[in-house]
Each structure stands twice: as structure tokens, then as C-alpha cells.
């Protein structure tokens, strides 16, 4: 087949460019051809994906226009798309080959983006998405307190969700989303689940075999975009809590960039203060070799995630280097993270920070139970079959390129 990827940067911007990226080469070994149609090459910080051999346009650079042109000469059979900035592009494309949209996130289904309400307390958001999302945007405070933005936002998720009915078929990597596009009246035969892909990093039992002095600190690991929904901040003050129940020290590693960078770092430096026990490091952005030695010198994932997570790529990537995790039970979280497993849960509605402890508390407490989730965060990730994951993809695409015009 013709297949032109499509996504709004070609920039390693976070775990869908990840994903995305790590499919296109076994796709391209099974014979497809490949193109790649972009819409900026934005962040300037990230690294360029690792792309397969094959032509690629930049909207930004080339103008709109010349690049649409220029992708329809190429003549595509299928479009597999990953999201895109703006939905008159999305549209344009989609009138130049049929199309599949990777749904990352709740394109179309929130008129934040989020799915979380955080008023009078944080919880998922369960309402399908409408005018009545107006109406719960202040006094639920689903967004931000800009009414220009509000209706700003509002109009481009609906535009969005409008378009979406034209793409043939939608592809998820959880059960959660998948539900959440079949609430919103999508035909359940054109959502399709994925089985979860491709790892970076092959899962190895060489991470087991590491040791831990009773003296040594536990090595906690936070890695994502800096948010106010991502949990830092809650994370933090259960570090604290849980080295005074171990009463021994805690060194926690928080890698990303975002706007909440600033706040957690003083609010890491506000708790150490009081808490001498408790080190925290801010590395900012990494990825490539730097995130897998970080891997392989944590003895725990923490992903306290406040909003619904799609998926939740990262606790799959620890888990190949034989890393458990703990998280709060939102989103699809659950669906690959099962408490007492390879890790565990704290509740998610609402999310606190006792919880968190808790949570935290027993996958640390006991160093036998920790192997233990050790050894089944590599069976877990082992249990991945990323040719699977291509095999479904590829059928999808071949449906819609001989899916009957509507």
C-alpha cells in the first residue's frame, strides 16, 4: 500500500510520536510505501523521528496548499493520521485519500482536552461532549478562565468531532478510549483497539539481577510533561510521607518540561527543606539512551496522573526494564497496570495523596514483594507483541482503502 502518515510535527514531541514512529519501520519491511505530511517542525528543542525511507512535506514550510498538492501527486492509497493542529487542514486532507485516525488523546470528545473536572475536586470527566461542556467549563473548571478561549476551544473540538465521522475508522490502544468514542455515537465496528505496541527497549531480566543495600536510597521515577494534571505536585508530597514511614532516604527523578517546571521545583525544595530524607532532580526533557539508563537505575515508576490517561505508554516502558509502577486507577491506566502484578493502583476518583502512599507504601515496604513486582512488570512487558500490534494496524489501513465511499 500508499500510506501517508500525517501528524502535526515530525518532532519526537511525546509518547504518540513515540508510537507512531516505532510502527513505520516494520511497516516499511512488509513492503509499504511510505510518506510523511507534517504540519510544523515544532519543538525546536526535540529531536527529528527517525523516519523510513520516502518523501515528507512541511505544511509550514512548503504553505498549506503546495503541500496538500504535493501529497495528492503522490497519490496515496490511505491516510494514517495522529492528530493534526488544525481541523481546516484535517479536512483538506481527508479529501485527498481515505483515512485513519490513531486517536491519542480525546480528540473531538472535550472541549479542554483533559476529560477532568477540578472542582469543588479533581475527578474524571464522564459527559459526552456538547454545549452543556459551556456550561461546566467555570464552575467545574474544565479549562482556563479566558472566555475568548473557552468558545475559542469549544468551536475547534466540535469542528473536530464533526470531521471525525468522515475518517473510515478510528484506532485506540485502550478499552477506555475506545469506549469513550463509542459514547460519543461512533459505530463500534469502526473503532478498533490495537494491541499495544511496540517497546523501545526489549523487556530483559538483566535489571533483576541488581542489588540494593538496605542503605541505599529508593530510586523513584517520574517522567512526562509538566502539568498541573500530571500529578507532580501530588507526587512530591507523597515522596515525603513515604520516607518518613520507610525512615530512610528517597531520591526521586522527574524528567520532562512544562509549565508546572518552576512551581514543583520549589515545591521539591520547600519539602527537602523539611524533609532532609527526600532529594529531588529536575533533568528536564531527555530521551534516547539518557530516559533507558534512568530506567534501569529506578526501582520504581510513579505516574500520578490526575486526568484519565489514554493509555499510559510510559509504565509500559519502565516495565521492559523490570521497573513496577504506581498510579492512580484512571483512564487506561488499569488496563496494562494490575495492582499486586507489576505494581500498584491507587483510586482515582477522587485521586489523593494519601492514596498515593499508600500505594506506594506497599510496592516499597517489603523487598520480596517488590522483586516480586519486579519480575511481573517483565512478564507484563514481555507479553507485548509489537508484529501484532503491526498486523491489526495494516488490516485497518487495507479496510480503509477499499472501505465503500459514504
Given at each position: ?9 515530525r ?12 510502527s ?10 511510505l510518506?510523511f ?32 498538492a ?32 490513531f ?19 479533581v ?12 456550561l461546566?467549563?467555570y ?26 465521522r ?38 530483559t ?17 517520574f ?21 518518613r ?23 521539591a ?41 489514554p ?5 509500559l ?46 510496592a ?19 507479553r ?5 500490534h ?17
Amino acid at each position: 500500500m500508499r500510506i501517508a502518515v500525517v501528524n502535526w510535527t515530525r518532532r519526537a514531541a511525546g509518547g504518540a510520536e513515540t508510537t507512531m514512529a516505532l510502527s513505520l519501520g516494520p511497516m516499511a519491511r512488509a513492503g509499504h510505501h511510505l510518506a510523511f505530511w507534517y504540519e510544523i517542525d515544532r519543538p525546536s528543542d526535540r529531536p527529528l523521528l527517525q523516519l523510513p525511507e520516502g518523501p515528507s512535506w512541511c505544511a509550514e514550510e512548503l504553505g498549506r496548499e503546495p503541500a496538500v498538492a504535493a501529497l495528492r501527486d503522490w497519490k496515496p492509497e490511505v491516510l494514517y493520521v495522529h492528530g493534526l493542529l488544525d481541523p481546516a487542514t484535517e479536512r483538506r486532507l481527508l479529501a485527498v485519500a481515505p483515512g485513519v485516525l490513531f486517536a491519542h488523546n480525546y480528540y473531538g470528545t472535550c472541549i479542554s482536552g483533559n476529560k477532568t473536572l477540578t472542582f469543588p475536586r479533581v475527578r474524571p470527566c464522564p459527559h459526552r461532549f456538547g454545549w452543556k461542556c459551556l456550561l461546566r467549563y467555570y464552575p467545574r473548571r474544565t479549562g482556563g478562565l479566558n472566555p475568548a478561549t473557552m468558545i475559542s476551544a469549544y468551536r475547534r473540538q466540535a469542528r473536530r468531532l464533526t470531521t471525525l465521522r468522515d475518517y473510515r475508522f478510528l484506532v485506540v490502544l485502550s478499552a477506555h478510549m475506545r469506549s469513550e468514542y463509542l459514547q460519543h455515537g461512533f459505530p463500534a465496528d469502526r473503532v478498533v483497539r490495537l494491541p499495544f505496541p511496540w517497546l523501545a527497549q526489549p523487556a530483559t531480566d538483566a535489571t533483576l539481577s541488581r542489588s540494593r543495600a538496605g542503605a541505599d536510597p529508593w530510586r523513584l521515577l517520574f517522567v512526562g510533561r509538566m502539568d498541573p494534571l500530571k500529578g507532580g505536585a501530588e507526587l512530591l508530597r507523597a515522596a515525603v510521607e513515604v520516607a518518613r514511614s520507610l525512615a530512610g532516604p528517597i531520591q526521586l527523578t522527574m524528567v520532562g518540561d512544562g509549565p508546572s517546571a518552576r512551581r514543583w521545583r520549589d515545591l521539591a525544595g520547600r519539602l527537602a527543606a523539611d524533609e532532609p530524607r527526600l532529594s529531588a532532580h529536575f533533568p528536564g526533557w531527555i530521551g534516547g539512551d539518557r530516559i533507558a539508563e534512568l530506567f534501569s537505575g529506578a526501582d520504581l515508576l510513579v505516574m500520578p496522573s490526575l486526568w484519565p490517561e489514554p493509555f499510559g505508554r510510559t509504565g509500559l516502558e519502565a516495565a521492559a526494564f523490570g521497573v513496577p509502577c504506581v498510579g492512580y486507577a484512571v483512564g487506561g491506566i488499569p488496563e496494562w497496570l494490575t495492582d499486586g502484578v507489576n505494581g500498584h493502583l491507587a483510586s482515582g476518583d477522587p485521586p489523593s495523596v494519601a492514596g498515593l502512599v499508600e500505594a506506594m507504601l506497599r510496592a516499597l515496604r517489603d523487598p520480596a514483594h517488590h522483586q516480586k513486582l519486579s519480575r511481573g512488570a517483565i512478564e507484563t512487558a514481555r507479553r507485548i507483541d509489537g508484529e501484532q500490534h503491526v498486523r491489526v494496524l495494516l488490516d485497518v489501513l487495507r479496510r480503509a482503502a477499499h472501505f465503500p465511499a459514504t
